[in-house]
Structures are given as structure tokens and as C-alpha cells.
């Protein structure tokens, strides 16, 4: 088990496990995209712990939630908007769906890693493998995978 801090720490070791294997293999990304890939590896290294109420991503993700379903809320009152209700809507949502959860339970599974970094993948398929790869450290930290 470990803190944030060791998620991060765990998630830039993989990465560079990663990120050499790719290299070996004749994979090339600029500076610009290796940090962009770093960043979205020690964002999802840290995702699983939504579930937990004390946890930092949980609180920043509470905040932008609380303050994106405020803001909407507001705005809709101000002008009729239907997309900003969806919007005001769905963060709602998010919120007590984040604030229902259990610890350790289907975020800190493989298929929910998958789940979680397959958006990423139609995009662009390095930022699904660094956000599945920074996912896939929090899950061996915790010890979810052996």
C-alpha cells in the first residue's frame, strides 16, 4: 500500500520501463509528447484512489465537479441552455456516484484501468498504453495485481 506519493514514484518507474521498450522496438515522440505522456501516466497512477474520500485526486476531482455543476446551474437559470443542464446534470451525477464508493473496489480492478484509458486510444494509442501503464502501477503499489 502506499500514498500518493508512491503511486507517482511507481508510475514514473514504469513509465521508463515503458518508454525504454518502446525505444527498443523503434518508437520515437518528441520532447513535447514524452511529457504529455509522463503527466497522463501519474494522472491515472492516481484515478483509482477516487474511492477514497480523504485522497487529493478525490478532493481536486469534488472541487471541479462541485464548482462545473455551480456554474451551469447558474447559467441555465441566467439563459435556457439545455446543453449546460446536461453538463450541470452529468456533474451532478458524477458526484454521487464518486461519493457512493467503496474503497478498493472495481476502480482498483484491470478492467476498469481498461475502461478508463480506452478513450484515450482513439485518439491516440501511446496516451491509451501511458494511461493504462500509470493505471497499471497504482493497481501493483496496491497490490490489486501480482
Known amino acids: 500500500m502506499g500514498g500518493y506519493k508512491n503511486h507517482i514514484i511507481a508510475s514514473l518507474l514504469l ?3 515503458v518508454s525504454w521498450v518502446l525505444m527498443k522496438i523503434g518508437f520515437t515522440a518528441d520532447f513535447r509528447d514524452l511529457v504529455f505522456c509522463v503527466i497522463l501516466s501519474v494522472t491515472y497512477s492516481l484515478l483509482p484512489d477516487l474511492d477514497i474520500p480523504t485522497s487529493r485526486i478525490r478532493r481536486l476531482t469534488s472541487r471541479l465537479l462541485l464548482t462545473s455543476s455551480l456554474s451551469c446551474l447558474i447559467l441555465v437559470i441566467q439563459k435556457t441552455n439545455i446543453t449546460l443542464l446536461l ?3 452529468a456533474s451532478t ?3 454521487y456516484f464518486f461519493w457512493s464508493l467503496r ?3 472495481f476502480l482498483h480492478t ?5 475502461i478508463m ?3 484515450l486510444g482513439f485518439f491516440n494509442l501511446t496516451w491509451f498504453l501511458f494511461a493504462f501503464t500509470g493505471y497499471f502501477s497504482h493497481l501493483l ?3 490489486q495485481i501480482i
Open 117 to 119: 484509458s480506452l478513450p
Open 15 to 17: 513509465v521508463v520501463l
Open 93 to 95: 451525477l458524477l458526484l
Open 87 to 89: 453538463i450541470c446534470l
Open 103 to 105: 474503497h478498493r473496489g
Open 141 to 143: 503499489v496496491d497490490r
Open 110 to 114: 484491470l478492467h476498469w484501468a481498461f
